[in-house]
């Protein structure tokens, strides 16, 4: 599903002429095959994040190769990776990220605006997503007046609307309570099992990384496959 | 992403911010009104101007006569005028010379401005029908817009009134007389209105006249025995007058540039031509100006309208920027979203526009009608009748409105282009 070749990526910070390089990843190389959960852990600091948003198309790398789902996605621009995106990718974010001027409904849908879907269809998909994660009921609900629990399933709600092969989540359980975050994971379980999405996950949290199949860590810039306790 | 549902994010969008699109709307209206209304006292003070001195003649128009009447225009001028450089057109015109009359339903009129024209001619030269079509038969008839107001009969009570109906497809019945010694010979020829002329500007005294065919002309010649009806008592028997002879000559350009060769190739010609060019090309060149000047003091207006939309935008832009950084990180095209701000401006911009013309046009209605009865009544100045202050042709409001329309889509373009360059990770981030 995802290929990351000899990926390289640095931050350069300050005026130019005069800028410090902060290097971040090197020699990225991974592998995440269809229908798998992968969790990426690490220090804080040690690029999680920034790889996560070179996977994303967020950040162009400064070298290396990244396919997804068959495609080379290194160069391609902001159009070309907008409707990448919108055919490929879910999208989950630790502070959920919804519109806060949109209900609910509207949140959920946008992607499907984005596609050009008319209106009935998107209705009735919207309609169907929305149960799916329960929140039928509070789909007039604007953000601000639904809880973090329930903010984080409408976003779960609009990364599955245009039924992704791939779902990209950075710290997706951050912001949950406990008993919100064990209701996430099961989900994430399930659409895995039943639906066969397949999950990139960074996280922090050891339960988080307990339902992946596999784990990876970032150190010095460079993945260790499997987990080295003492990082995270 | 589909029309319907850009215009839906914009509509929305705008809804949230009523006050503030609404200023921008007004300034933006007051912007394109002020330019219209401006430009529209130059153009009425200068209409004014030039139907004062045209009496609303055209200015490619080129009166022309012979140098003496004992030498009448006769085919060979017409056809040698025809020749000239830049002539679009020749008209001449015979003129009916008879003491008979027309009438309709008891209504008459004398044979005063009846006219046999080549209608070929006068179509090339600009004549239009107001209603139907040029005659076809012989006994068809064209009349000038005004021809009944001097179709007249005297009542009982001995007033006088005018025929007030439409003559269109009315049928005239024209009385030709000639002397036979002491007898007076009457014969009657019935013509059918199958034309009516197009409105003659105001103050003009045009629209009189009732066109007869040639087929007519040669009726009536045949029954007179005299060119063009004329009576034999007119006619001095040892200056027997000629066939075929023109009585009303023009000579049109077909550009007011060049009327002032023609009128030198015509006089080199030994023909007496006149226009008005001279004192017009004076007046429309001071106008000119003065159009020029208040146009570019209107679209400084429309400028700082433009202004007001260019903030506006920048701050829509600014206040949703989280917003554009979730739906592109969601999948959002930059060009839909480039779309959705420039299709905000327009549509502020579009309605300003819209409205300032309205506005314009009511405002131009309202000083032509109230400023003469107030410079009256505060003055005690009479204006002129047909004074225009205010005159918007129709090339006006589209020229403001692609001033505003253009104006207000480049400043909403910075914006738009603005709203696509937002950077994803910052936006998501919350810290811009
Ligand atoms: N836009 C940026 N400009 C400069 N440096 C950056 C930028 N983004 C990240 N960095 C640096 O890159 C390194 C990795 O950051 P990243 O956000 O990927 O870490 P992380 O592993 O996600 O950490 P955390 O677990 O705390 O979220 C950090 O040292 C950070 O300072
Ligand atoms: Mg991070």
């Known amino acids: 599903m995802i290929t990351v070749k000899q990926l390289e990526h640095e931050f350069r910070i300050g005026k130019k002429g005069k800028e410090t390089i902060v290097p971040v990843l090197r020699d990225v190389n991974l592998t995440v095959n269809a229908g798998e959960i992968v969790a990426v852990v690490g220090r804080s600091g040690s690029g999680k994040s920034t790889l996560l948003n070179l996977i994303s198309g967020y950040i162009a790398p400064v070298q290396g190769k990244i396919m997804i789902n068959g495609t080379d996605v290194t160069g391609m621009s902001e159009g070309e990776w907008a409707d990448f995106r919108l055919e490929n990718i879910g999208f989950i974010f630790q502070s959920f990220q919804l519109i806060p001027t949109m209900t609910a409904f509207e949140n959920v849908q946008l992607p499907l605006v984005f596609k050009g879907v008319k209106e009935v269809d998107r209705k009735i998909q919207t309609e169907t997503m929305l149960k799916k994660v329960g929140l039928w009921e509070f789909k007039d609900h604007y953000p601000g007046e639904l809880s973090g629990g329930q903010q984080q399933r409408v976003s779960i709600a609009r990364a599955l609307i245009v039924h992704p092969p791939l779902i990209l989540a950075d710290e997706p359980t951050g912001s949950l309570d406990s008993e919100n975050e064990r209701a996430l994971l099961s989900f994430i379980q399930q659409l895995n099992r039943e639906e066969n999405i397949t999950f990139l996950i960074i996280t922090h949290d050891e339960e988080v990384a307990n339902i992946a199949h596999r784990k990876i860590t970032i150190s010095d810039g460079r993945l260790v496959e499997g987990s080295d306790t003492d990082e995270i | ?432």
């Open chain 2, 1 to 432: 992403m589909r029309f319907k549902d850009r215009l839906a994010f914009v509509l929305s969008n705008m809804k949230k911010n009523r006050m503030r699109v609404f200023m921008t709307v007004l300034a933006s209206t007051m912007g394109c009104a002020f330019l219209i209304v401006l430009a529209s006292v130059g153009f009425g003070v200068q209409k004014t101007a030039v139907e004062d001195i045209t009496g609303g003649r055209l200015l490619t128009q080129i009166d022309t006569f012979t140098t003496s009447e004992e030498k009448p225009f006769i085919k060979k001028d017409i056809d040698m005028m025809k020749e000239i450089d830049h002539v679009k057109a020749v008209t001449s015109r015979q003129r009916i010379q008879n003491e008979g009359n027309v009438s309709l339903d008891g209504y008459s009129k004398d044979l005063f401005e009846v006219f046999v024209p080549d209608f070929k001619d006068e179509q090339k030269a600009g004549l239009e029908l107001s209603k139907g079509r040029f005659p076809q038969a012989a006994n068809e008839v064209v009349v000038g817009y005004h021809y009944g107001e001097n179709l007249s009969k005297v009542q009982k009570n001995k007033k006088e009134i005018t025929y007030k109906a439409s003559l269109y497809h009315k049928t005239l019945t024209l009385t030709i007389k000639q002397k036979e010694g002491k007898k007076t010979k009457k014969k009657t020829i019935a013509l059918k209105v199958v034309g009516v002329g197009e409105k003659p500007p105001k103050r003009v005294q045009e629209g009189q006249e009732l066109f007869l065919t040639k087929d007519v002309l040669q009726t009536i010649e045949a029954f007179t025995k005299t060119p063009k009806g004329m009576s034999k008592s007119d006619i001095d028997p040892k200056h027997p007058q000629p066939y075929n002879t023109y009585d009303d000559v023009k000579v049109y350009a077909d550009d007011a540039e060049n009327v002032e060769s023609i009128e030198k190739e015509l006089k080199k010609k030994e023909y007496v031509a006149s226009s008005r060019l001279d004192s017009l090309k004076e007046i429309n060149f001071v106008f000119l100006f003065i159009k020029i000047g208040l146009i570019v003091v209107g679209t400084v207006a429309v400028l700082i309208a433009s202004i007001g939309i260019f903030n506006t935008m920048t701050m829509a832009v600014t206040e949703r920027t989280q917003d554009i950084g979730i739906m592109k990180a969601i999948g959002a095209h930059p060009r839909s979203i480039k779309q959705i701000f420039l299709l905000e401006s327009v549509i502020i911009g579009g309605l300003g526009a819209v409205l300032g013309t309205i506005i314009s046009y009511l405002f131009s209605f309202a000083a032509n009608a109230l400023l003469p009865v107030i410079i009256s009544t505060f003055f005690q100045t009479k204006v002129p009748d047909d004074f225009y202050f205010s005159y918007i042709p129709l090339s006006l409001p589209l020229i403001s409105f692609a001033i505003c329309f253009g104006v207000t889509l480049l400043s909403g373009m910075r914006p738009a282009r603005r709203a696509t360059k937002i950077d994803v990770l910052r936006a998501l981030r919350r810290d811009v």
